[in-house]
């Protein structure tokens, strides 16, 4: 695509590259173009039956991926710009507190991983408890937990904060991929996927498609979903997923080595990072901020995205980071073109009454009467499950699927909070049922240290449990909370 | 700011730095501070005043720059989201049409560098017409405006096109920095920043600032401004400014060299460039359409921001650019942050009704009856030029002064559209007053081919000619299609 003007001959890997690109940019337009020569259906305005194929062009973009999401976005707003002549409509999401609450967490990541403060946590956890490979285990889940609140990219955090400290752990121990895998590195490496994904979900903050998630269920359940909401309803599920995960592993794929001494690695890489700077205690400050800030936003009134912006600028004020490190954070801009594009058109689709004609739609094909709302949110959840191994990515599975599923969750009378929560939990957690499934996988899983078929077997175990832990556990918390 | 962390001696440099940087902070702080502890003046509103304050604020971040503008404004807006318990308002500028206006232009200014169209434009027409110096001064004049509509950064367009291959062409002839400059170098170094900063204001996308002009102009003046109406506004006393220059800087500071063959240079250029790629050709296309689209918005509706984003998608679909180009293009998400917020703010000050208020007051302490509507303009600009000193960005000075300056035309019974575009139009060619003007200007002068005695000389002159042009041909053209 990209290559320099003097280049002529064109390799055949690229001509294969370009016709493929061809043929799924064709699908993307065509079959939109194909729905709005169907009549438009009974109940429905032109203008919702219009902003469906531009929203059905932009998951057939996100799915295929003949270019990058922002791209793909960044043209279904040109053509619906011109085809509706206004592009003040479409250009609402990027005014959205939820996009922007995305946008300034994946900046306050930037701060997190630029100063060093992430990884001087992880050192010195690991100095002080890391003891033996369980115990190290638990390590990283407690260090990705931290970091959670605060960085809504989880590749960031798992897998450029933590994932190179646990790789030259591995390394010094002499488990490289291959041979020497199983002596503490394949351990390590799937697991911190589980511990991600787990981690992910415990806060809003956590991943970045679960703003995503809140903006369906706003849409279409009519839930407010606060900061603080999310994580009461996640942490007691969340905690027991995450507090055995270590040990379901440790277990289902034990590493060869059980005990060793941790405090070199630890010593070494504090050594490596100097002194305490000032950035970073500056940073610690605001961060433990922050995580106040949303969590007493019920009671001081400021939004949780005012919250993090204040961060940011706070950041930028007190130098901890500078513009210059900003602008280069190339998945915050990314992000933030996108998911803004997708609210600006879920927030246009909830205009237009679309997911209500489709509830209407769905309440009639469906006959949920009598039978259990939430025995149907279990199917509901399970089939959900069950599709993600056609996805190769949760902010994609989250703008395709959650919006019907939370449609059929409401026409089928399930108790809402319990419904939005259970299906954007497993959003979360189904993606490690595949190496692919959230995009921390690739990096982890690229490093070759596990076959795929444990990784699958030992993802599916977990997503498993998760499930359960949720319909029991989580349900029976729920109830307690008074969420239902 | 951003060292690593094994440093631990700061250096002199960097603490008078530290210094000077907790100074200004201070200050963009204190006195907002200051301005709050004041009590309300009468007949304006509590969030009005407040929002004076964050106003100010930027203001002062953007004249003294602690940081870069658009960290100012981050902080600005985080302070105002927490202080307001509400983060929407302040967001709002973020789907300005205006800002994705600009904020498309500069990802199409991308394109025109990348795929090296801009280069080979200017090439070709240097072999073709570049005969002698004077005609390769209109040669120049020439390149920068057919790429002005498209390139709201005219330090990417003077600066980053056309320069590098005017200073390649004066080396080849012996004429560098120094004993030698005069041979053709200066000429064309300081022709070439008057040029930029006349193209810029002949289309509204020739230069950033141009749109905070236009929104101050709705706010205030209640004057809609559509890219055409900008475009034939500017036309007539644009383009005898434009054809002018290169004869007056040729008359005041002649070159030394005052013909040669320029047909070698073009040749190579063109050679090193390669064919004309598919990429190129594309973009050549939807240049056009950009151009045909945004002349003949009154007739199809379709607004200018359509039609950029739309240019920006086709871009993407084509394949003319990545959104890996775009992504790293940080001149355009800087841009974005603060525009946006300077337009939040504008608007919010604008619907608490400070800009009526400002209007009162000006109009009870400066006593306009009797005095000649288009007298008071005059001096309102003749004022504002004189300032211009003091400013070292045109963007900052739009920010500070096109408010104060639009409200007094307003109280001063000026009529409405002439006013506006002798303010806006002022605030661009008023740049070439001083080397630090516009932002391309330290990128020319910088280069060390002219002296600051004759660029400020030559720089006044223009700006005097510039300025008679607009009040007579100027004023007498608008009469003529009915402005006033």
């Not at 299906?423 to 959230?438: E, M």
Request: glycine share 10%.
């Amino acid at each position: 695509m990209n290559q320099p003007p003097e280049r002529n001959h064109v390799s055949n890997t690229e001509r294969g590259y370009m016709k493929s690109r061809i043929w799924k940019l064709a699908v993307c337009i065509a079959v939109p173009i194909g729905i709005l020569l169907l009549p438009v259906p009974k109940g429905l305005t032109l203008v919702a039956w219009q902003l469906l194929a531009l929203y059905i062009a932009a998951i057939l973009g996100l799915l295929l991926r003949p270019m990058p999401e922002p791209a793909v976005l960044l043209a279904v707003i040109g053509v619906s710009s011109i085809c509706f002549r206004n592009s003040a409509t479409m250009l609402a999401g990027y005014t959205s507190s939820t996009v922007w609450l995305v946008f300034c967490a994946f900046m306050i990541g930037t701060a997190i991983v630029q100063t060093g403060l992430g990884r001087r946590f992880a050192y010195v956890l690991i100095g002080r408890m890391g003891k033996g490979t369980l115990g190290l285990g638990y390590v990283t889940a407690c260090t990705d937990l931290v970091l959670s609140p605060v960085t809504p990219s989880n590749t960031a955090r798992s897998g450029g904060i933590i994932f190179p400290i646990v790789r030259s752990l591995a390394d010094s121990l002499g488990s490289k991929p291959g041979a020497t895998s199983r002596r503490v590195g394949a351990y390590l490496t799937v697991l911190l996927y589980q511990i991600s994904l787990t981690t992910g979900y415990i806060f809003i903050t956590g991943i970045a498609p679960n703003f995503l998630s809140a903006k369906f269920g706003q849409e279409i359940l009519k839930v407010d979903i606060t900061w603080l909401l999310w994580f009461k309803a996640a942490v007691v599920p969340g905690m027991i997923c995450l507090l055995v995960v270590p040990l379901l592993v440790y277990w289902m794929y034990p590493p060869e080595l059980k005990s060793f001494d941790s405090r070199e690695l630890s010593k070494k890489g504090l050594a490596d990072l100097g002194p305490f700077s000032r950035r970073e205690k500056v940073l610690s400050v605001l961060f433990v901020l922050a995580i106040l800030g949303w969590a007493t936003g019920g009671i001081t009134k400021i939004d949780a995205t005012a919250v993090a912006i204040a961060f940011v600028g706070a950041c930028l004020v007190l130098g901890v980071i500078t513009w210059d490190d900003l602008a280069v954070t190339k998945g915050a801009w990314s992000t933030f073109i996108w998911y803004g594009g997708v609210v600006g058109l879920a927030d246009g689709l909830a205009k237009a009454k679309f997911f209500d004609w489709m509830a209407k739609v769905l309440s009639s094909s469906f006959n949920f009467n009598g039978i259990n709302g939430i025995l149907t949110l279990a199917i509901l959840v399970l089939v959900s499950l069950l599709v993600r191994y056609l996805f190769a990515s949760m902010a994609t599975f989250v703008t395709t699927m959650v919006p019907v599923l939370l449609t059929l969750a409401l026409v089928a009378h399930a108790p809402v909070y319990p419904a939005f929560f259970l299906i954007a939990f497993a959003a979360c957690y189904g993606c490690v049922l595949t190496h692919y499934g959230g995009a921390v996988g690739p990096v982890l899983f690229g490093e070759g240290y596990v076959d795929q078929t444990t990784w699958w077997k030992i993802g599916a175990v977990f997503t498993l449990f998760s499930f359960l832990i949720h319909m029991t556990v989580g349900l029976f918390y729920w109830k307690l909370i008074g969420l239902w």
